[in-house]
């Protein structure tokens, strides 16, 4: 089992940067592909940024692109996802996800472990 735990999501001004973090116990990230989801209001949970185990591979939707980057460290068990240009669109409950690869992490009905969520709020 795995256990996911998001931080370091908060109150922004448009412009503004953020860097959440997501970090696993209970068993190593090592061979899973991780991912990031969001969640706005109202609205279903969207794919935003994967990223493949060996950190080879990444994938972002075309609404972060050129804004957003995931990374990670899997000495630390550790997933980042890099923050810039925050609008209010971006406001969101955010997620860290865990897969088997690249492919279903990015669908969340294929995701095998989710986190609790960070709130990420965008002010104009």
């Known amino acids: ?30 061979f899973y592909s991780m991912g990031w ?6 609205k279903e949970r969207e794919f935003v940024a994967a990223i493949a185990w060996s950190g080879s591979s990444q994938y972002g939707a075309d609404s972060v692109k050129g804004r957003f980057t995931i990374s990670r460290d899997n000495a630390k068990n550790t997933v980042y996802l890099q923050m810039n240009s925050l609008n209010p669109d971006d406001t969101a409950v ?3 996800a865990a897969a088997r690869d690249t492919v279903a992490v990015r669908v969340a009905a294929q995701v095998t ?12």
């Open 1 to 30: 089992q795995v256990q996911l735990v998001e931080t370091g999501g908060g109150l922004v001004q448009a412009g503004d940067s953020l860097r959440l973090s997501c970090v696993a116990s209970g068993r190593t990230l090592s």
């Open 37 to 42: 989801f969001r969640q706005a209001p109202g």
């Open 94 to 96: 955010y997620y860290c």
């Open 113 to 124: 472990y989710w986190g609790k969520g960070t709130l990420v709020f965008v002010s104009a």
